[in-house]
């Protein structure tokens, strides 16, 4: 069993900057694959970054140059680095788990955190 505990979400003006973390407890974690989703209010939850065990990474178009995946295996942690905000990022940030890229759903799923962008 895998758990996985977000934290870092919050309320930040339009351009600002947060951190959102994500503990992983259960395997090995440097064997996961992980990844980052959102859901915004009336919206599917959609795909925003993903680290591999290698880690190598990819990012859906509309943050790619403004976010950065990255993990610290030794700290069993993953991290989104979110710049120059924009109020479209508003949503419920989910941190996921997958144990191969073979797989073609992550099967772990944290509880979420709100991030907020102000205009």
């Known amino acids: 069993q895998v758990q996985l505990i977000e934290s870092g979400g919050g309320l930040v003006q339009a351009g600002g900057s947060l951190r959102l973390s994500c503990t992983a407890s259960?395997?090995?974690?440097?064997?996961?694959?992980l990844g980052w989703f959102r859901q915004a209010p009336g919206k599917e939850r959609e795909f925003v970054a993903r680290i591999v065990t290698s880690g190598g990474t990819s990012y859906t178009d509309s943050v790619k140059g403004r976010f950065t995946i990255s993990r610290d295996n030794a700290k069993n942690t993953v991290y989104l680095q979110m710049n120059s905000l924009k109020p479209e990022d508003t949503a419920v940030y989910y941190c996921a788990a997958k144990l191969s890229v073979l797989q073609p759903t992550y099967g772990y799923w944290g509880q979420g955190t709100q991030v907020t962008v102000s205009s």
């Open positions: 259960g395997r090995p974690f440097k064997t996961y694959v």
